[in-house]
Nanobody, 124 residues
Framework: QVHLVESGGGLVQSGGSLRLSCAASGFTSDYYAIGWFRQAPGKEREGISCIRFSDEWRYYTDSMKGRITISRDNANNTVSLKMTSLKPEDTAIYYC?????????????????WGQGTQVTVSS
């Protein structure tokens, strides 16, 4: 059974940085993919960054490009998301999502498993 555990959320001032981590367990092959999604109050969940473990493909949403970096640790099945220059509009619950197959795109329809989410709050 696939299990995802997020960590690293919290309260940060505008302009600050955070690093989120997602630890995955239960995958039986090396072709899975993990992404970070966020959902702000009253808004739909959106994909912000995704990465495949089978090749070098990465995705970054335009609204955060240049401020986020996704990385993976294949040995520990962990994906990290470094976020810098955070803005109040980045406030949301951030979710880790995963698929046992390589993502074709960083969208909700690609996700088979979700973590519990971690709150990120950026104060002005």
């Amino acid at each position: 059974q696939v299990h995802l555990v997020e960590s690293g959320g919290g309260l940060v001032q505008s302009g600050g940085s955070l690093r989120l981590s997602c630890a995955a367990s239960g995958f039986t092959s090396d072709y899975y993919a993990i992404g970070w999604f966020r959902q702000a109050p009253g808004k739909e969940r959106e994909g912000i960054s995704c990465i495949r473990f089978s090749d070098e493909w990465r995705y970054y949403t335009d609204s955060m490009k240049g401020r986020i970096t996704i990385s993976r640790d294949n040995a520990n099945n962990t994906v990290s998301l470094k976020m810098t220059s955070l803005k109040p509009e980045d406030t949301a619950i951030y979710y880790c999502g995963a698929s046992p197959l390589p993502f074709r795109d960083c969208v909700l329809g690609e996700i088979d498993y979700w973590g519990q989410g971690t709150q990120v709050t950026v104060s002005s």
